[in-house]
């Protein structure tokens, strides 16, 4: 489903121990907005839906909701860093279309 690659896996954890929560999952999905049309979210949960699917991705426990799992399918996560600071990166096949920023995109 989704992909981390070892930068991502390696700042996830950093913040996960930093924030003293090591058991909580990463929620990612999709919303609508940004000046594409769908933007992407995440953050630390402590708490998975009925809706909700959950995978294992290097260690770290994953869960992304149904609607959001149409569009993030194949999706590599990646964390870039670099003189400016850093941030997360979505490499998503399905994305026709993404802004400057990448934090949003269409399908």
């Known amino acids: 489903m989704i992909t981390l690659t ?16 090591p058991d909580s999952y990463l ?18 949960d ?3 839906g ?13 869960v992304v909701d149904i609607k959001s799992a149409l569009y ?9 860093a670099d ?3 850093g941030g997360f990166k979505f490499l998503n096949p399905n994305a026709s279309r993404s802004c400057g920023c990448g934090a949003s995109f269409t399908t």
Not at 28 to 42: D, E, F, H, R
Not at 72 to 80: A, F
Request: hydrophobic share 30%; proline share 0%; net charge positive.
């Open 27 to 44: 929620r990612i999905g999709v919303q609508g907005g940004g000046c594409s049309g769908l933007m992407y979210n995440m953050k630390f």
């Open 46 to 48: 402590r708490q998975t």
């Open 83 to 85: 003189l400016t600071g």
């Open 6 to 21: 070892e930068n991502a896996t390696r700042e996830i954890n950093r913040l996960l121990k930093e924030q003293g929560h």
């Open 50 to 62: 009925e809706f909700d699917k959950v995978f294992d991705v290097g260690g770290i426990k994953v």
């Open 72 to 80: 993030l399918k194949g999706t590599t996560l990646d964390y870039v």
